[in-house]
């Protein structure tokens, strides 16, 4: 018996060691535990649209000691399914980044579905021969498994390992995603000698930030390194939902950046990664898809440049008559990127390019002509907006000409036959670019700022014959709305097929004859004459309801979140005016008009004003939108929301006629 209470004894103290050191290396939460409470909950408190929620997430990310994949990541997930739309969540697809023989691998892993069933917790598992992983092109694989048995109502989790080789990134984590999260946790361990640049991305507010230190935490080989650990957490995570007005999502996920600046070998020798702009200047004026493409196209080009700019007396005129040159050289080839990866020889023979290849020849022609001209290398909209705290070439993806003109930078676009000069496209509109000089000390950040609005004017004027009114309309449009309406021009093919295109979208009108005045000039507005005609309906009860906002009529808010954590961009600023007018006949009264009204935003932002008057016979209206700025900030979201409703609530309004 006394042996056998020692053996007894042995085997809890054994037991109570494991666990002791499995509570003090288990991190984030218990796989396989799920609650009662979880299993039964059908909507998610602070946002009942969500069709799903995350629970909890941890990660941990952390170099191993051995191997060539040695940066790991610890990653686990619960998933509420709310709604139908919710149950894609059960499908996972982990991209996997390869170049050449160094790739990423998944690991370890491992997946349950959970059910409540007659009273009862019912799991599923998910099995090895449903995690696939295929080639997706040079650059990635990715791997994808779908949970079983999963339903609304169900709860899943998913764990398991990244392994990877690309240590220059770390792990970037994500907070936030598409739907809410009840709580992300991440933890980073980073050896002392490793040294990252860290940045958190996003409006949303830690709830936990703490950094300590681990002894002797990386050992490879017979070195010895310590490690920070550090742990961040968010509670509460709204979900990122897309709106109207937005820049790149990824500019807004709250989560937390990493870029490896030095590595501090055991050897003693310490490498380098994170450069400054001189470095950065310095490597793209030497750089033979750069700054040697710059230096071959001012030979290219020199005959057509001295032959151009002949007989012009100001800067002006010769960067305007470069630029025009350069734009009816090129057709753009759809290609982004900063460099001329087919050199500029080839294009120019080709007459076809990148966007480098173009924009990097035009710099060289205005150079040629001797004016000071540099390129300026920026992110599109799509991109997202590059990181202003150290250079990372990767965020950039394309390149414009600048050329100084009075004391002003003016930003030239050559690889849109329709883009006047100093209009950059929409996409371009993207916080800020850099300047990359011939001197690395003049390098610096150029605002992308729009030289023209979103304008447009509209007079339309009708009067009442028999059972239709007729009459005329103008439509005249500036700067970016000039743009477009070429755009749709040139993509109809003819000025006959844009009017046929038109009269398929207005459903409420009848075009009976139709010009067009400068489509091809662009440095004028354009102008659209019509004659139209509106069939009524029979009169009800003698009374006619006409709305006087026939066209660009705002019919919904494009601001439908209570509340917005970034910003508002149009790109550019917004001004529209329309007037009406109607002439009453003279057998009918007036019994309604649209309420004048009056709403500015504060500290000048914009405003929006409609003024209905009826007199000699005659109803105006008169509708002026104007947005003075390009961006707004989160906390003008909810005035900006306030102005757009009454726009829209407005535009809904009637004329009402009642016959005598």
């Known amino acids: 018996m006394i042996f056998v209470n020692i053996r007894l004894a042995l085997c809890l103290a054994f037991v109570l060691i494991l666990n002791t050191a499995y509570s003090q290396f288990y991190h984030g939460f218990e796989f396989g535990k799920i609650t009662y409470d979880e299993l039964t909950m059908r909507t998610y408190a602070l946002d009942t649209a969500a069709d799903a929620v995350v629970l909890d997430e941890f990660g941990e990310a952390y170099f191993d000691n051995d191997g060539e994949n040695n940066l790991l990541l610890e990653y686990h997930v ?14 996972f697809r982990v991209l996997l980044r390869k170049n050449g023989t160094s790739k990423e691998f998944l690991r370890n892993v491992s997946g349950i579905s959970f059910n409540f069933q007659n009273g009862t917790i019912k799991e599923a598992a998910l099995s090895p021969r449903d995690i696939r992983t295929t080639a997706l092109n040079q650059a990635r694989d990715e791997t994808n498994f779908a949970l079983p048995e999963v339903r609304v109502g169900s709860v899943i989790e998913v764990r398991y390992t990244l392994e990877s080789p690309f240590i220059f990134n770390f792990y970037p984590w994500k907070f936030q995603s598409d739907i809410p999260k009840v709580r992300s946790e991440f933890w980073a361990r980073i050896p002392a000698n490793y040294n990252y640049n860290i940045s958190l991305r996003g409006f949303l507010q830690l709830s936990k930030n703490e950094t300590t230190l681990v002894k002797d935490c990386f050992t490879p080989g017979a070195n010895r390194a310590d490690c920070s650990l550090s742990k961040y957490v968010i509670n509460n995570i709204p979900a990122l939902v897309d709106e109207d007005f937005m820049l790149a999502r990824s500019n807004f996920l709250a989560g937390i950046d990493y870029e490896l600046s030095e590595i501090k070998r055991f050897t003693g020798v310490t490498t380098k990664f994170t450069k400054t702009w001189k470095d950065v200047v310095r490597e793209l004026n030497t750089d033979e898809e750069f700054g040697a493409q710059i230096r071959k196209a001012r030979n290219l080009w020199q005959k057509q440049v001295e032959k151009e700019v002949l007989g012009k007396s100001t800067p002006r005129e010769k960067a305007q008559a470069i630029y025009e040159l350069i734009k009816g050289w090129y057709l753009w080839n759809e290609y982004y990127g900063i460099v001329s990866r087919e050199g500029v020889k080839k294009a120019y023979d080709e007459r076809k390019g990148s966007i480098a290849s173009i924009n990097l020849s035009l710099v060289a022609a205005l150079q040629q002509a001797g004016l000071q001209a540099e390129p300026v290398i920026l992110a599109t909209r799509e991109a997202g907006l590059p990181n202003q705290l150290y250079p990372i070439i990767s965020d950039f993806d394309y390149v414009v000409a600048s050329v100084v003109l009075d004391d002003e930078y003016y930003l030239l676009d050559a690889s849109d036959p329709l883009l ?29 700022k729009p030289r023209e609005k979103d304008k447009t004017q509209i007079s339309l004027n009708l009067k009442l014959n028999g059972n239709e009114f007729t009459g005329e309309m103008v439509i005249t449009a500036f700067g970016y709305d000039a743009l477009d309406k070429r755009r749709e021009i040139a993509k109809a093919g003819s000025e006959e097929k844009y009017r046929e295109a038109l009269q398929k979208k207005s459903s409420e009108f009848e075009i009976l004859e139709f010009t067009l005045e400068n489509p091809a000039d662009l440095s004028k507005p354009v102008l659209e004459k019509y004659k139209v005609k509106l069939s009524l309906d029979e009169p009800h009860a003698g009374t006619l309801y006409i709305n006087p906002f026939l066209v660009e009529r705002w019919t919904v808010n494009p601001f439908k979140s209570n509340e917005r954590n970034y910003p508002v961009d149009f790109g550019a600023p917004l001004e529209s005016t329309f007037m009406f007018s109607l002439e009453v006949p003279a057998n009918y009264v007036v019994d309604e008009i649209p309420a004048s009204t009056a709403l500015a935003l504060p500290q000048n932002g914009g405003r929006f004003l409609c003024n209905a008057t009826h007199a000699a016979g005659k109803i105006t209206v008169t509708s002026i939108i104007n947005l003075t700025r390009s961006v707004y900030s989160s906390t003008e979201y909810h005035t900006l929301k306030e102005l757009f409703s009454r726009i829209v609530s407005m535009h809904q309004s009637h004329i009402v006629l009642k016959h005598k």
Not at 78 to 91: D, E
Not at 425 to 445: A, H, M, V
């Open 78 to 91: 619960k998933i509420k399914i709310l709604k139908t739309g919710g149950l894609q969540r059960a499908n």
């Open 420 to 448: 006047p000069f100093g209009l950059l496209p929409r996409k371009c509109l993207n916080g800020t670019g850099r300047l990359i000089p011939r001197k690395d000390e003049d390098s610096k950040w150029i605002d992308l």
